[in-house]
């Protein structure tokens, strides 16, 4: 983000000192995080097991998920370090299971990653929460955290 100020002093003893223009850049960084699902459906298939193997499915936002009962919502948080040069430690990734419980069963299927690798990840059912903590996040690196629920019938 960059901005000028304009700094106008005051007039003293009649005399207007002049105007100085001061620019400034701030550069805004640190974690970004963002959240997305993929419906399976389940269409003529009652006893669908969710996908371990994300790589193929097409991700969004998810404002408007339209699954039915037996489909498989999986979701898909990416947190990225904008950083340059500062390495992140023990981030935290976690969904609220309240959120979705009464409508949907969890799959027991949590899966975190640093860029390719599960070196440092420690992934966890508290029973309230399904988190992933990812012990170091390097400078400009993503971390993601996926799992799969299943609309109950």
Same mark, same amino acid.
């Given at each position: 983000?960059?901005?000028?100020?304009?700094?106008?002093?005051? /007039?003293?003893?009649? #005399?207007?000192?002049?105007?100085?223009?001061?620019?400034?850049?701030? =550069?805004?960084?640190?974690? +970004?995080?963002?959240?997305? %699902?993929?419906?399976?459906?389940?269409?003529?298939?009652?006893?669908?097991?969710?996908?371990?193997?994300?790589?193929?499915? @097409?991700?969004?936002?998810?404002?408007?998920?339209?699954? +039915?009962? !037996?489909?498989?919502?999986? !979701?898909? #948080? @990416?947190? =990225?370090?904008?950083?340059?040069?500062?390495?992140?430690?023990?981030?935290?990734?976690?969904?609220?299971? %309240?959120?979705?419980? %009464?409508?949907?069963? !969890?799959?027991?299927?949590?899966?975190?990653?640093?860029? @390719?690798?599960?070196?440092? /990840?420690?992934?966890?059912? =508290?029973?309230?929460?399904?988190?992933?903590?990812?012990?170091?996040?390097? %400078?400009?690196?993503?971390?993601?955290? @996926?799992?799969? #629920?299943? /609309?109950?019938?």
């Amino acid at each position: 983000e960059t901005n000028s100020v304009t700094l106008i002093p005051a /007039v003293v003893d009649g #005399i207007d000192a002049p105007a100085k223009t001061v620019n400034n850049t701030t =550069t805004i960084q640190g974690l +970004k995080l963002e959240k997305l %699902a993929a419906v399976v459906s389940a269409t003529g298939i009652e006893n669908l097991t969710c996908p371990t193997d994300t790589s193929g499915l @097409t991700f969004g936002r998810g404002e408007s998920i339209n699954a +039915k009962p !037996y489909d498989c919502i999986v !979701y898909k #948080i @990416t947190a =990225t370090n904008t950083f340059e040069t500062k390495v992140l430690t023990t981030v935290t990734l976690s969904d609220e299971k %309240a959120l979705w419980n %009464a409508q949907a069963t !969890y799959q027991d299927d949590v899966t975190g990653l640093i860029g @390719t690798s599960t070196n440092g /990840v420690v992934n966890n059912d =508290t029973g309230d929460f399904i988190t992933t903590t990812l012990g170091t996040l390097p %400078a400009e690196g993503t971390g993601t955290m @996926t799992f799969s #629920i299943k /609309v109950n019938p």
